[in-house]
């Protein structure tokens, strides 16, 4: 087949008789071998020399190239050689990229991009169900695109020297943005123009082909975005306009009945979110408000996938878990309410500790913690151990959970070329109420505790057996592998007693604390001890103990989080800041704020979160140390 690719001529390049029937044969057969062989040099030498001919028809048939043109004005043998020329590409990307010489790196991503090109010229009988044509030259292009980023990020980046200089920085600089910004627009069009609902198998591949693409964006090329602007008028996001339209774009996309699109949407939000809190930092709101909302249009998703999942489970009792089958009406539902949960707490991991108070308030007050929870207790499985008989038609033979596994030890796939199993819901709840744990200890621990006894026991039993072994390995080895090192703080991990030290030392004062993590961890208390200390006063000793333990039980994050704050509070007193005078520390231990408040007369400084309880609870407006009018 290749000897018939080289010697073909040139007016028959395009026929199925000539070059493009010889060229869909070698590809597959190239294929095939290089699976099972990974090592042909005569298939290479083949390769190198089929990919050396296409180059030449560039330069002597320009015509039978479909470039930066619409694809329903060419002929359909054309095309058709342009679908086995991509198909050809994306398999010499995928086997052989170090193979590839400067100058054929150039044609490719020069032909990518020209092919990107000809796609959204032609995105108006993408929605045909008829043109299946152009619907399979975009999905093979988008193929070769998800391709070429795979290569770029996981094997040029590793293996720089046995490729062409300069390569990396060329693709990222220039080809990738040019590719992404036309298929992100042609993506958001084609969902916006047509029923995802109804599509034939050619559009849901396509689909599918786009979104996976879509998926190597980097948040780069993402910020640069060329959609045009979709803005809210009484919106009071502090976001940029180009972030908030993205948002506008893509979360709604969240609630689609087509998974392809709502795996996309999500992969490419997730990206951003980590993000998304620094916008909320310095800006001139009130810094001593008690609660902010996540991004409105997440929010909004939030609770409209929220409405139809309370639908859904109305009748079921927390502790049982109802099966959702896939491709039902209620799938899409639960799987937008699933992902936008995700979504919001990678949010809120990327915020500043006085921001994600901010956040935790708002989540709590607005009872969407309380919601997910009860909810997330009514969809994962009662036992979370999932047996391969369990998962034999979930998941492809290489994908596959071993014969017996945690369904909380790993994060589910989410292949958007993938089928929806009723498993994958499940397994994405559990993903959910995992990382929730993690992100949102303090306030899960105040809803467990302020339930009846049965759901208590029911979270308890399910928590401590399931779920919290992995979490508090997690936290020790979050301490073992910590990179950051802190001024007059060293932090030791005890693994076999799940155990934290922390030994603080500055000038003749040092102390240790020995941080002991429940076996029903987040739920129950941590616990903290006293270790050794030499040069500190009983009365002050006793205070940083209360101190610290105030600080774990009521941040949300990690225990080096915790740590983190503690020390800024003890930092602080050491640097002569004086503490607030009802709760006697320097930083508050639930909003990590400053104290602000100033008598007039004693001119003693108070947490505002500290007086305003002063004041509620002893019905006076006075002065806690001096007892003049506040």
């Not at 998974?259 to 810094?287: C, W």
């Not at 400084?605 to 002063?614: E, F, S, V």
Request: proline fraction near 4%; charge should be negative; charged fraction near 20%.
């Amino acid at each position: 087949m290749a000897a018939k690719i080289l010697s073909c001529d040139q007016d028959k390049i395009a026929e199925i008789s000539g070059a493009v029937g010889a060229l869909s044969v070698f590809t597959r057969a190239a294929e095939l071998t290089l699976n099972m062989t990974g090592d042909a040099a005569c298939l290479k030498e083949m390769c190198q020399a089929v990919i050396c001919e296409i180059v030449l028809w560039r330069h002597q048939q320009d015509d039978i190239f479909v470039f930066n043109s619409n694809i329903t004005d060419n002929m359909w043998s054309v095309n058709n050689l342009n679908i086995e020329l991509v198909r050809f590409l994306q398999l010499y990307v995928c086997k052989l990229p170090t193979q590839l010489e400067d100058a054929q790196w150039d044609f490719i991503l020069c032909s990518l991009v020209a092919w990107v090109q000809s796609c959204q010229e032609s995105q108006e009988s993408l929605g045909s169900t008829t043109d299946i044509v152009s619907q399979s030259l975009c999905s093979e292009t988008s193929n070769l695109l998800s391709s070429i980023a795979f290569c770029m990020r996981n094997i040029v980046e590793q293996q720089a020297d046995a490729f062409p200089d300069n390569l990396l920085s060329e693709w990222q600089e220039f080809f990738s943005q040019g590719a992404y910004e036309t298929l992100l627009s042609m993506f958001v069009w084609l969902i916006a123009n047509q029923d995802v609902t109804k599509q034939t198998i050619g559009q849901d591949y396509l689909v599918a082909c786009m979104g996976l693409a879509l998926t190597g964006c980097s948040v780069e090329n993402l910020k640069n975005h060329q959609l045009p602007p979709k803005l809210i008028a009484d919106d009071t996001s502090n976001l940029p306009d180009e972030q908030q339209t993205l948002l506008n774009y893509l979360c709604p996309l969240l609630l689609c009945g087509n998974r392809a699109v709502q795996l996309t949407a999500y992969r490419l939000l997730l990206s951003v979110m980590p993000v998304l809190a620094s916008f909320d930092e310095n800006k001139d709101q009130d810094k001593d408000e008690l609660s902010r909302s996540p991004p409105v249009a997440l929010m909004t998703v939030l609770d409209t996938s929220s409405a139809g999942v309370e639908h859904i489970l109305t009748e079921v009792v927390v502790g049982e878990c109802l099966i959702i089958e896939p491709y039902s009406e209620e799938c899409p539902v639960t799987m937008a309410y699933l992902l936008s949960w995700k979504l919001v707490l990678e949010f809120f991991k990327g915020a500043s500790p006085e921001l994600r108070v901010q956040y935790a308030t708002f989540l709590r007050d607005s009872s969407a913690v309380h919601n997910l929870m009860i909810n997330l207790y009514r969809i994962m499985p009662e036992n979370p151990t999932i047996h391969l008989k369990d998962n034999l038609t979930s998941q492809p033979p290489t994908n596959r959970l071993s014969s017996s596994k945690n369904l909380f030890g790993e994060e589910p796939l989410l292949d958007i070329k993938g089928h929806s199993t009723s498993l994958e819901l499940r397994h994405l709840a559990c993903s959910v109420y995992h990382t929730a744990l993690q992100d949102l200890p303090a306030i899960i621990r105040q809803w467990w505790t302020s339930q009846d006894k049965r759901t208590t026991a029911v979270v308890e039993k399910f928590t401590t057996k399931y779920v919290s072994p992995l979490l508090y390995t997690q936290e020790i080895q979050a301490v073992q592998g910590q990179k950051t090192t802190f001024k007059n703080m060293l932090i030791k991990a005890r693994p076999n007693t799940r155990e934290v030290v922390a030994t603080y030392t500055v000038e003749d004062f040092s102390m240790e604390l020995v941080i002991t993590l429940p076996t029903n961890h987040p739920l129950g208390p941590i616990s903290v001890e006293c270790g050794r200390r030499i040069g500190v006063a009983n009365t002050q000793w006793r205070n940083w103990m209360l101190q610290m333990t105030t600080f774990l039980q009521h941040q949300n994050g990690s225990i080096v989080n915790g740590l983190s704050l503690w020390k800024r509070n003890v930092d602080k007193r050491f640097e002569g800041v004086e503490e607030c005078m009802i709760c006697f520390s320097v930083i508050h231990g639930s909003n990590c704020q400053l104290p602000k408040l100033q008598c007039r007369t004693c001119k003693k400084k108070y947490h505002n979160a500290c007086l305003y309880k002063w004041f509620s609870t002893s019905n006076k407006s006075t002065c806690p140390l001096c007892r003049n009018l506040f």
